[in-house]
């Protein structure tokens, strides 16, 4: 029978093995591929928390033949062990992932500088677990944080649905970690969004500031499919039958079937089309029919003209910023290059 030592020992190694672990240990898995699964307990022994419950070799293999469950087995030399080669890990499909799932809590509340293995000894009387995860940051840093993995759901469950879990004094947070996984997803989803309306508003007000004349916006359609006009065909007919008439812009790319034109001066759309025969404006065999936007269509586009200019501007500008700092690099290091020849 084994000793409380050994049964340490045991859990220790087959978390080492275990389902969990071994899949995401790069470590041991490089070892495993050298010597057909089988690992020294020379390498074992460089492990923190194996080497913490015993450093004797002998005592770790003695151990190991005392466990019951066979995951693990030790070589005849009893200089190596391997995970057993008829328990094969299980396939990390969706299934699995989700059972992973259902059977992980997720705790907050542990000191920043408080170890793995301090955490581990006060979490395996609620076990058993399969594994703890300590979370941090990208700098490696201890968020004080962790994802625990029971054996089982009902383990879990009544780890996470007990009234009161303290750890040196501190109330630990606790809930499913599919739960924690929904309430990050949400704040992302409202931080985004948070940011996009100040991106909105904020090109709103810029918009508000392009002020466009009334009445000088003109829809034209008929442009008959796979006949082709151009802007600049438009704007010299357009120039053609009224001198005085300036266009500002045409909403127009070629292959459309239909278009806007947006005059200079205010109610010039109106004063224009007074000028044509049946609001018809042929331009290279084409007869388009012209007519002026008013009310809240004329709203919308002028709307949609200013977003569109103004987020034009936005884009020329962050690339001339880009360019500006490319630039900069660039001179920077060929003042250094000339300095350094």
Request: net charge positive.
């Amino acid at each position: 029978m084994a000793s409380e030592l050994e049964n340490k020992i045991i859990r220790q190694i087959e978390y080492y093995f275990g389902d969990i672990n071994l899949p995401r240990d790069k470590f041991m898995q490089e070892k495993l591929k050298e010597d057909d699964g089988w690992i020294t307990l020379e390498v074992l022994l460089t492990f923190k928390r194996l080497a913490a419950l015993s450093e004797d070799p002998e005592v770790i293999a003695a151990a190991v033949e005392k466990a019951e469950n066979g995951l693990v087995e030790v070589s005849e030399d009893r200089k190596k062990i391997r995970r057993n080669p008829d328990l094969p890990l299980p396939e990390l499909n969706d299934a699995r992932k989700k059972e992973l799932m259902e059977r992980t809590a997720y705790a907050k509340g542990f000191p920043v500088d408080e170890t793995l293995n301090d955490i581990i000894n006060f979490l395996e009387p609620h076990g058993p677990i399969d594994s703890c995860h300590r979370r941090s940051t990208k700098d490696r840093k201890f968020k004080g944080s962790c994802f625990i993995i029971f054996k089982d759901k009902e383990t879990c469950k009544k780890f996470i649905e007990q009234e009161s879990f303290k750890y040196k004094d501190t109330e630990l947070i606790r809930k499913w970690q599919s739960d924690y996984f929904a309430e990050k997803k949400k704040e992302y989803e409202e931080k985004v969004k948070s940011k996009k309306d100040k991106k909105q508003a904020k090109l709103e007000e810029k918009c508000k500031q392009l002020e466009y004349p009334k009445g000088a916006a003109i829809h034209f359609s008929g442009i008959p499919e796979g006949k082709s006009l151009t802007r600049e065909e438009i704007k010299e007919k357009i120039k053609e039958i009224d001198e005085s008439v300036t266009v500002a812009y045409v909403d127009f790319n070629k292959g459309d079937v239909e278009g806007h034109l947006r005059l200079s001066a205010e109610n010039a759309a109106v004063e224009f089309l007074k000028k044509l025969t049946d609001g018809e404006l042929e331009v290279n065999e084409v007869k388009l029919k012209l007519r002026a936007l008013e009310g809240a269509e004329q709203e919308e586009y002028l709307k949609k003209t200013a977003e569109a200019v103004t987020k034009m501007r936005e884009k020329a500008k962050q690339g001339k910023n880009s360019r500006k700092r490319k630039g900069g690099h660039f001179s920077n290091g060929r003042e250094a290059k000339a300095k350094k020849t």
